[in-house]
C-alpha cells in the first residue's frame, strides 16, 4: 500500500471522508462530492477530508496571527491540538454539532474561516508548489466541542461560499 492509500485509511479509520483532488492543486473535480462516500484515489492525488461528515470540522487559520490566536483559544478551552500545517497558517481540526444550515463564517478579525458541511480542507500527505501538508498531533485526539465553544471564533455577518460554490466541479471522473 502506497503513502495515499496508507492516509486514506487512516482518516477512515477516525471516521473521516477522505476526497481526491487534483494533482498538486486544491481543486476537487468529482462533481457529487458533498454526498458521495466512496472515492477512487489515483496515484499523486492530492488528499482532502470533508467537512461535515461525523461533525468533523476544521478552523483553517490562514496566516501566523490566526494560528496563534487559534492556539490559544484551543488551549484556553483544555483541547489537545489536531490539523494539520499549511503553506501559511494551519488547520485545526475538531468535531461539533452544528446549527442546521451553517456550512462555513469567517473567523471574527483573523484571516480564514471555520469550515463545516459543504466545505473540505486539504490534508496531509497533500503537496501544492513545494509545501507538502504535514499533520499535527494525533487524528485519535480530534477533540468533541460543544457550538457553543466553537461559534464566538465566527463572523455570522460575514459567510464565506461553500467549496461547491467556490469550485465549479467538472463532471464525475
Not at 28 to 40: G, V
Not at 102 to 129: C, D, M, N, Q, W
Not at 158 to 169: L, S
Amino acid at each position: 500500500m502506497g503513502a495515499l492509500h496508507s492516509w486514506v485509511q487512516t482518516y477512515r479509520d477516525e471516521g473521516l471522508t477522505p476526497m481526491p483532488l487534483q494533482r498538486g492543486s486544491k481543486v476537487c473535480n468529482i462533481k457529487d462530492w458533498t454526498h458521495r462516500k466512496d472515492f477512487s484515489f489515483p496515484v499523486g492525488s492530492n488528499l482532502a477530508i470533508r467537512c461535515g461528515d461525523d461533525d468533523f470540522l476544521a478552523i483553517d487559520a490562514d496566516d501566523p496571527v490566526a494560528v496563534m490566536a487559534t492556539r490559544a483559544y484551543l488551549k484556553g478551552l483544555g483541547l489537545p491540538i489536531v490539523g494539520s500545517k499549511t503553506q501559511d497558517g494551519s488547520h485545526y481540526y475538531l468535531r461539533s454539532e452544528v446549527p442546521e444550515g451553517f456550512h462555513s463564517a469567517a473567523l471574527k478579525g483573523l484571516a480564514g474561516e471555520l469550515r463545516g458541511p459543504h466545505s473540505y480542507v486539504v490534508a496531509t500527505p497533500s503537496v501544492i508548489g513545494d509545501w507538502r501538508y504535514t499533520l499535527f498531533g494525533s487524528l485519535d485526539e480530534i477533540p468533541t466541542v460543544e457550538w457553543s465553544d466553537v461559534s464566538p471564533l465566527v463572523d455570522w455577518q460575514v459567510a464565506r461560499p461553500t467549496e461547491v460554490e467556490r469550485y465549479n466541479p467538472l463532471p464525475n471522473l
